[in-house]
C-alpha cells in the first residue's frame, strides 16, 4: 500500500531563512505528488505538484519542489521564508490504479521567527 | 468561482447524539470527496462521489457514517450515535470531471472543513 511520510513535525526557521519541508512516499508505481498548505481556519491549498517531467517543479508563493525518483522524495523549498508562510504543509501522493483518493502524510508545521 | 464551502465549520454534541454536515462543492464540480483529518495527522479518505454515484467508501466509514449526494450538487455527511473518537475535522474536496488527466492527477479543491467536538 502507498504511505507518505513526513519527517518534521514541527519546523521553526526566521523569516527570511531559507525553507525545505522532508517528503517521502512508499509507492511501487509511478507517483503523482502534491504539496497543499493548510492556514488557521482555512482548507487545503494546492502549492504545487509533479507528474512528470522535469523533476524540478515552480509552485504557488515562491514555493518550489524537487522530484527524486532514487530516494523516493519529493521535497518543498523556498529560499527566503515570509512570516506569513506560517502554516502547517501536507505531501499527498495521488496513484494511477483507478482509486481517486489521495494518500496525506501527517504534516509539518512551519513557525516563523521574526 | 466561490470555492467549496462546509457548513457548520463547528459542532459541538454530546456522544450518542446524531450529526449531519453539509459540503457545497464548486459549480458544475462532479466529483466530490469527504475526508477526516484528527489532531496532528494529515487528511485520511472516507468517501468519494462522481455525481450522485457513491463510487469508493473507505473502511473508517464505519456503519455509522452515511454520506449522500441525491442531485449530483451539495452532498451530506451523517454520523450516528456519534463517539468521543468522531472528534476531528471533517474536509470536503471537489474535482471537475476531466480534469488532471490521468486518475490520480486531480487537483482537488477543499473546502474548509467542519470541525466536530463530541464530548
Known amino acids: 500500500a502507498q504511505s507518505v511520510t513526513q519527517p518534521d513535525i514541527h519546523i521553526t526557521v526566521s523569516e527570511g531563512a531559507s525553507l525545505e519541508l522532508r517528503c517521502n512516499y512508499s509507492?511501487?508505481?509511478?507517483?503523482?505528488l502534491f504539496w497543499y498548505v493548510q492556514s488557521p481556519g482555512q482548507g487545503l491549498q494546492l502549492l504545487l505538484k509533479y507528474f512528470s517531467g522535469d523533476t524540478l517543479v515552480q509552485g504557488i508563493k515562491g514555493f518550489e519542489a524537487e522530484f527524486k525518483r532514487s530516494q523516493s522524495s519529493f521535497n518543498l523549498r523556498k529560499p527566503s521564508v515570509h512570516w506569513s508562510d506560517a502554516a502547517e504543509y501536507f505531501c499527498a501522493v495521488g496513484m494511477d490504479t483507478g482509486r481517486r483518493a489521495l494518500t496525506f502524510g501527517s504534516g509539518t508545521r512551519l513557525q516563523v521567527q521574526p | 468561482d466561490t470555492g467549496v464551502s462546509q457548513d457548520p465549520r463547528h459542532k459541538i454534541t454530546k456522544r450518542g447524539q446524531n450529526v449531519t454536515f453539509r459540503c457545497d462543492p464548486i459549480s458544475e464540480h462532479n466529483r466530490l470527496y469527504w475526508y477526516r483529518q484528527t489532531l496532528g495527522q494529515g487528511p485520511e479518505f472516507l468517501t468519494y462521489f462522481q455525481n450522485e454515484a457513491q463510487l469508493e467508501k473507505s473502511r473508517l466509514l464505519s456503519d455509522r457514517f452515511s454520506a449522500e449526494r441525491p442531485k449530483g450538487s451539495f452532498s451530506t455527511l451523517e454520523i450516528q450515535r456519534t463517539e468521543q473518537g468522531d472528534s476531528a475535522m471533517y474536509l470536503c474536496a471537489s474535482t471537475p470531471e476531466g480534469a488532471g488527466g490521468r486518475v490520480g492527477q486531480e487537483t482537488q479543491y477543499f473546502g474548509p472543513g467542519t470541525r466536530l467536538l463530541v464530548l
Open positions: 509507492y511501487g508505481a509511478t507517483p503523482y
